[in-house]
């Protein structure tokens, strides 16, 4: 598996610039709304991973329920903090392209809302995770995304019932992508599922390091009063234990 | 399905008879919600035309954070001499002690409302131009839809720090679709425009989801170590 490691992130790389080129440079200029659509190209594939994040993270939490999996856990923290990131990255190139498009930065358009709306949730899932004692915060956790889950229906619903301005899906939804177009935004959108999947990775590794030192110092500390005469020993010990 | 009444009703008469010789839970609500509808309308100052128009927003907000008020209280009182964990012990279902405390919230709640509905009339001249008969059932659907999410959410961040802060932190993102739900209703029915029937819809389905998940996933709450 450690071998996997590297080979992806030389390949996410070379994805990530040939996306970058494409977008930017052989992408065909959008008729009317000219070189800004080119966002595009970033908002809707940060879109569609941040979901698919958020989707994973959901899956997660019920397996956690379910089996009380560290590896679920750790999985849908991870996925929970990356897709914050790329909701964050969605929210924020939206508005830079509906000023000039639209004239507004913001409307309380179905998507709009509902994509501000799973961001409000999961950073309250982040917050819960920061405040809660350590413990309980998968299970707690858990419980809180599924409560997410069930609202993303109704706060679907609740929102369709304004009236919608955002651009109906382009793709499936009867309107109609350049071929050229299309081909971009899907080589985007892999090179960016491909960098959440590194980055989803690498902060696995990181959490569960993180899990494995916290046991060790837990294990020192209950082992510290027992031998509070050799202390400098003990502290010698913590810090390889740190090391390792 | 006995015992799961007999002991709802045993911890709900307990609830009601503490909150009927402390007056907690009301004094706290009934004066928060007062300040909220009075710096409400010496900030907005509006007419009768605008309050129809913005009543549904405020009453809400003001029963929104009266409620946490409440709600940060549930619990509180159940850790003094380690009761819940007592609770925990004993073979009493959990669900029947959720039950309990959602249906002492709600009536908590309903009584703030039915106090402070004739302020918000007074402050802001306010006479539905819909049918009236609707509201009772929106503010029933509503504040069973708060109180139920919000008695979970209470429960969940008792096991976190700062536990007063995290309550509203997880119940608003939740929230927003009823939140938004009560807003459009009570909005539709003062000011006659359209009708609510779709957001009453909408308020039951809520109600209903929420009320089976936290059913289901309450005894995680209540046991989580």
């Known amino acids: 598996m450690k071998r ?15 996306a970058l080129y494409e977008a930017l440079i052989a992408a065909p200029t959008e008729q009317t709304m000219g070189d800004v659509q080119r966002i595009f190209y970033y908002h809707v594939p940060s879109a569609w991973t941040a979901f698919i994040l958020f989707f994973v993270n959901f899956f997660a939490s019920i397996v956690y329920l379910i089996r009380r999996n560290t590896k679920a856990d750790i999985v849908a923290l991870v996925t929970a903090e990356v897709g914050v990131i790329f909701c964050t990255v969605v929210l924020v190139t ?32 982040l917050v819960l995770r920061r405040f809660s004692s350590s413990g309980q915060t998968p299970l707690l956790a858990a419980v809180l995304a599924v409560f997410g889950a069930l609202d993303v229906p109704l706060v679907y619903f609740s929102i369709w019932f304004f009236r919608t301005q955002h651009p109906q899906p ?14 971009v935004l899907l080589i985007n959108w892999l090179a960016f599922s491909c960098f959440a999947a590194l980055v989803c990775w690498s902060r696995y590794r ?39 | 399905m006995s015992t799961v009444a007999g002991l709802t009703r045993a911890t709900l008469a307990k609830d009601l008879r503490l909150e009927w010789r402390s007056k907690d839970a009301i004094n706290s609500m009934l004066f928060f919600s007062l300040l909220v509808v009075v710096i409400f309308s010496f900030s907005f100052d509006p007419t009768a035309e605008e309050s129809r128009r913005i009543a549904g927003g405020l009453v809400w907000v003001a029963f929104l954070f009266a409620a946490v008020v409440a709600l940060n209280q549930t619990w509180a009182r159940e850790l003094r001499n380690q009761v819940l964990d007592a609770y925990r012990v004993s073979p009493a279902p959990p669900n029947a002690l959720f039950l309990a405390k959602v249906m002492g919230n709600f009536i908590f709640v309903t009584v703030l409302q039915a106090l402070m ?54 119940l608003f993102p939740i929230s927003i679709p009823a939140l938004l739900a009560m807003v459009e209703a009570t909005g539709a029915i003062l000011t006659g425009e359209f009708s609510a029937k779709f957001w009453i819809v909408l308020l039951a389905a809520y109600d209903v989801v929420f009320t089976i998940a936290s059913l289901l996933l309450f005894g995680f709450v209540l046991q989580a170590e």
């Open chain 1, 4 to 18: 996997v490691f590297p080979i992806l992130a030389i390949l996410t790389a070379g994805l990530l610039s040939y």
């Open chain 1, 94 to 125: 939206g508005p830079i392209w509906a000023r000039p498009v639209w004239g507004i930065w913001w409307t309380w358009d179905l998507r709009l809302t509902l994509t501000l709306v799973l961001w409000l949730i999961y950073v309250s899932y």
């Open chain 1, 170 to 183: 382009v793709i499936g939804g009867g309107g109609s992508i350049d071929p050229r177009m299309l081909h």
């Open chain 1, 206 to 244: 990181l959490e569960v390091l993180r899990r494995e030192v916290d046991e060790t110092l837990a294990l020192e500390a209950l082992l510290e009063p027992r031998s509070s005469q050799t202390r400098s020993s003990q502290t010698k010990t913590s810090q390889t234990g740190r090391a390792g």
């Open chain 2, 117 to 170: 509905t004739p302020l918000f009339i007074v402050f802001y001249n306010l006479r539905a131009l819909g049918p009236a008969y609707q509201l009772p059932i929106v503010a029933a659907l509503g504040t069973w839809a708060l109180v139920v999410n919000g008695t979970f959410f209470a429960a969940m961040s008792l096991r976190t720090r700062s536990r007063e802060i995290m309550l509203p932190l997880l």
